[in-house]
């Protein structure tokens, strides 16, 4: 700790500060990818259930999803390098409270505590990193902060696969507590304190209550809505509560005294348009690996690990272009690089979308290059865009909005990729399958959005070419979504920093105007 503060100064503490929130973020992301290959090893070892083993993912997604802005905007009040270091912390011990699980409640309880962590810490490494450093060197920062995810990502199932088979699963969790560690002693040594001068300390309950309760209808409607059927009542009934949930938060939000989220925000056109484009780019992107996983895995036959590997044409470079397009809308401004990048998207998703029960690798490797340069074209100046588009004082709450809508993007690609490819792959197992009895092809069809039935004979081919044939329209109809989020770029994001959205006339008078309504409210 003190060869660390020696290496400080003043010159180099935001480099440091990045560094910090680097590490954290690269947890964060690696536990998204190591935890799907661990699944068949957990599932042997604590006897676990099909549907404990989806509760292992959708935890973790649940309560990270559902407390990204609360997180974002506690830290705005109470300090975020001090709501960061709670993350870290609860992310750390977590871990490896799952590392020692004896049974399969233990696994989830330690996955939601996880995703709480994460949830404070995620909104808190954008916000620090847009205030240790000046808006012209913003988007270098988040660049490398967009590159370092990319790099968890690529080498998530590779660690994961390695760890599985050689040490045991309870090791990709360990993992995280020297790195968690590290990132608190790094953060304590260079990382200073800020927060929302405006802020009275006033916590909104109400508002903080409507959102999660909104937004875990809706998180958990997505996650369920494909095994459940979007017609059950179980479903309509959560985007019922959703909605209400949703509608109060806004009705709330314009009555409190100190919101958790100010409105005025998205009066900012860049703000508005970041938060579309993280939505469709996630949707996009994970919708694409999801799914290309599960035609990899079962229809080509590779081992997760082997599938995992084939993704790091992608990956690999969105490592490298990240930091490059990060650097460049310093220069020349976000709007371009988001604009070019989702094109780029949209034509590899494009040719993805041409894929036969046979083709090979070799034709997807082209496809895979293309997607990593838009992608990496698109994180950071998106990033930066949203970020640069508010007060700094505010950018705790910005980060968690921004984070959360691309959690919420990628939930709901998977979900309506997985809807699209169950019934278009219907109407093809219908063709092809004709004096199979109606029950059995709507059973084979169910089991599409999850790759398929695992069956042999002329039935197993059937149901191979029924998901690829819905696999490729649902890739097109991607592609068609990352031209309309290239339109929605270039009609709304400012080709150069514009001045933040004003969130009260100034800091000082925006407190004094906040507590003397606190005080007649007393």
Not at 211 to 220: D, E, M, N, P, R
Not at 401 to 417: N, Y
Request: aromatic content about 8%.
């Amino acid at each position: 700790m003190t060869r660390i503060r020696n290496a400080i100064t003043d010159d180099n503490r935001r480099w440091w500060t990045l560094g910090a929130m680097c590490f954290a973020l690269f947890m964060i992301m690696l536990d998204n990818t190591v935890v799907n290959v661990a699944l068949p090893a957990i599932q042997n070892d604590l006897h676990s259930s099909i549907s404990g083993l989806e509760w292992t993912v959708n935890a973790y997604t649940l309560s990270f999803a559902v407390l990204l802005v609360t997180g974002g905007r506690l830290g705005d009040i109470f300090g975020r390098r001090r709501m960061f270091l709670f993350g870290v912390i609860v992310f750390g011990l977590s871990s490896a409270f799952i590392g020692l699980s004896q049974s399969e409640a233990w696994l989830v309880a330690g996955r939601a505590a996880q995703g709480i962590g994460a949830a404070f810490m995620m909104p808190a490494t954008l916000s620090i990193i847009t205030n240790a450093f000046p808006a012209h060197e913003r988007g270098k920062a988040i660049g490398t902060w967009a590159g370092v995810s990319a790099l968890a990502l690529a080498i998530g199932p590779v660690v994961g696969g390695f760890l599985v088979e050689n040490v045991s699963w309870q090791s990709i969790f360990f993992l995280n507590v020297p790195v968690a560690a590290l990132a608190v002693a790094v953060t304590l040594a260079a990382t200073r304190e800020s927060r929302d001068e405006t802020s009275t300390h006033h916590v909104d309950f109400p508002g903080v209550t409507a959102v999660t309760i909104g937004l875990s209808a809706l998180v958990l409607a997505l996650v369920e809505g494909n095994s459940r059927g979007w017609g059950s009542a179980t479903i309509v009934g959560l985007l019922v509560i959703s909605a209400l949930g949703l509608i109060a938060f806004a009705i709330v939000e314009r009555r409190v005294v100190e919101p958790m989220v100010d409105f005025q925000f998205f009066r900012s056109r860049s703000f508005v348009g970041a938060n579309l484009v993280a939505f469709i780019v996630s949707f996009a992107m994970l919708a694409m690996f999801f799914f290309l996983a599960l035609y990899m895995q079962n229809i080509k036959d590779y081992s997760p690990l082997q599938a995992g590997v084939r993704f790091l044409p992608s990956t690999v470079v969105i490592i490298l272009v990240a930091p490059i397009a990060g650097r460049l809308s310093d220069r020349i401004g976000p709007r371009p690089l988001i604009t070019g990048g989702l094109l780029i998207v949209a034509g590899s998703l494009f040719w993805q979308g041409h894929l036969a029960v046979d083709t090979s690798y070799s034709f997807l490797v082209g496809a895979f290059v293309l997607m990593g340069l838009g992608m990496g074209l698109v994180m950071s100046p998106m990033s930066t865009a949203g970020m640069n588009a508010v007060e700094p004082s505010k950018a705790g709450v910005a980060s968690g909005i921004l984070t959360m809508s691309r959690m919420v993007g990628g939930t709901f690609g998977v979900a309506a990729m997985g809807a699209l490819i169950t019934g278009l792959g219907k109407s093809k197992i219908d063709d092809l399958l004709p004096a199979t009895p109606a029950a059995q092809r709507q059973d084979l069809a169910d089991g599409l959005g999850a790759g398929g039935a695992h069956v042999g004979g002329h039935v197993g081919d059937a149901v191979n070419q029924a998901f690829v044939y819905a696999l490729n329209d649902g890739l097109r109809i991607g592609a068609a979504v990352a031209v309309v989020g290239a339109l929605l770029a270039w009609l709304l994001i400012a080709d150069r920093a514009e001045a933040p959205a004003e969130v009260g006339a100034d800091a000082s008078v925006r407190r004094a105007e906040t507590e003397a309504a606190l005080a007649e409210a007393v």
